[in-house]
């Protein structure tokens, strides 16, 4: 079992930043790959980052990278996500999520999800 909370959302003008933190309790969290997923309202989910537990892989969809970087530090059992050069388009309310064994952009492979942070972007 993993639970997730997700913090540091907030507004910001575009062009600014932003680093949101995924902090899980579990002792095996160290296992799990983790992704941050956005959804805007009355647009589907989507997903934005992920990495494994070992931070061997990462993994961005194409509109965020280059200026998103996901990182993890096993030990705080916390996920990074460090948001550079920010757009309007990137409002939305971001969620973090762990999957067993799985890294990619499929929201259905992941077993656990916060309740999400969010993140606003004012032009």
């Known amino acids: 079992q993993v639970q997730l909370v997700e913090s540091g959302g907030g507004l910001v003008q575009a062009g600014g930043s932003l680093r949101l933190s995924c902090a899980a309790s579990g002792r095996t969290f160290g296992t799990y790959t983790i992704g941050w997923f956005r959804q805007a309202p009355g647009k589907e989910r989507e997903f934005v980052a992920a990495i494994t537990w070992s931070s061997s892989s990462t993994y961005y969809a194409a509109s965020v990278k280059g200026r998103f970087t996901i990182s993890r530090d096993n030990a705080k059992n916390t996920v990074y996500l460090q948001m550079n050069s920010l757009k309007p388009e990137d409002t939305a309310a971001y969620h973090c999520?762990?999957?067993?064994?799985?890294?990619?952009?499929?929201?259905?492979?992941?077993?656990?999800w916060g309740q999400g942070t969010q993140v606003t972007v004012s032009s």
């Open positions: 999520a762990a999957a067993r064994r799985y890294i990619g952009d499929r929201s259905t492979e992941y077993d656990y």
